[in-house]
Nanobody, 121 residues
Framework: QVQLVESGGGLVQPGGSLRLSCVAS????????MGWYRQADEDKRELVAS???????NYADSVKGRFTISRDNAKNTVSLQMNSLKPEDTALYYC???????????????WGQGTQVTVSS
């Protein structure tokens, strides 16, 4: 089992900043990828940003230049610094980790419970 615990959501005015953090614990040999997804109301869950174990990052076009993902492999944590927030960034943000339990195991997908980000004046 793997647990992902998120923190840092909240209410912020347009143009403001928030920082989301996520820590993974449990049966973990390696975390192949860690990242953040978001889902607004009935919309499809979408990738916001991800970071591989080797440090390769990937961002949704809508957040490039505003959001920065960082990862600490030793601590199994991932953070998302969100600047210049817009009302359309309002969503439930989920931490995601693709985990190996051992050197020979497959990769399994785990999700946090989500943290709400609301951008409104």
């Amino acid at each position: 089992q793997v647990q992902l615990v998120e923190s840092g959501g909240g209410l912020v005015q347009p143009g403001g900043s928030l920082r989301l953090s996520c820590v993974a614990s449990g049966t973990i040999f390696s975390i192949v990828d860690m990242g953040w997804y978001r889902q607004a109301d009935e919309d499809k869950r979408e990738l916001v940003a991800s970071a591989s174990k080797s440090g390769i990052t990937n961002y949704a076009d809508s957040v490039k230049g505003r959001f920065t993902i960082s990862r600490d492999n030793a601590k199994n944590t991932v953070s998302l610094q969100m600047n210049s927030l817009k009302p359309e960034d309002t969503a439930l943000y989920y931490c995601n980790a693709r985990v190996q339990y051992s050197s020979r195991s497959s990769v399994y997908n785990w999700w946090g419970q989500g943290t709400q980000v609301t951008v409104s004046s």
